[in-house]
């Protein structure tokens, strides 16, 4: 099962999200903000984190340097309300944008499309023994 670090600092957003992405069968892991992602991020090894952009403290943008510095390898999604971000240079290391909009689906098929390819990470698969 993939492993999402979902950082949302609006509880009600992040629950709703939260809520999507356990619907569609992933394992989440959630923090309320750009410090506890990564704090989280050290903890639990996602598959793929995803970042709002706008936090109190640290941003989201911030947040994914410090973890790209760390992990070039596990993918980035930043998501923001504001699209014009999209146009950021600091946003084009992520792997990928998501606009929140009216149909948070958006954020399941961007996940969707980049872990097409990646395995799990190894600690998050369970061990199947035969005898």
Do not use: W
Request: net charge negative; charged share 30%.
């Amino acid at each position: 099962m993939y492993k999402v670090l979902l950082t949302e600092n609006h509880e009600d957003q992040r629950q709703l999200y939260r809520d999507l992405l356990v619907e569609a069968g992933y394992d989440v892991v959630e923090a309320a903000s750009a410090k506890e992602a990564l704090e989280q991020f050290e903890l639990c090894k996602p598959d793929i984190v995803v970042l709002d952009i706008q936090m109190q403290g640290m941003d989201g943008i911030e947040a994914m340097g410090r973890i790209l510095a760390k992990d070039r390898k596990t993918p980035v999604i930043l998501y923001s309300a504001y699209p014009a971000y999209r146009a950021n240079f600091l946003t084009l290391n992520a792997d990928a944008f998501v606009v929140k909009s009216g149909d948070p689906a958006e954020l399941v098929d961007a996940i969707k499309r980049l872990e097409k390819g990646r395995e799990p990470a190894a600690e998050n698969l369970a061990t199947v023994v035969v005898k």
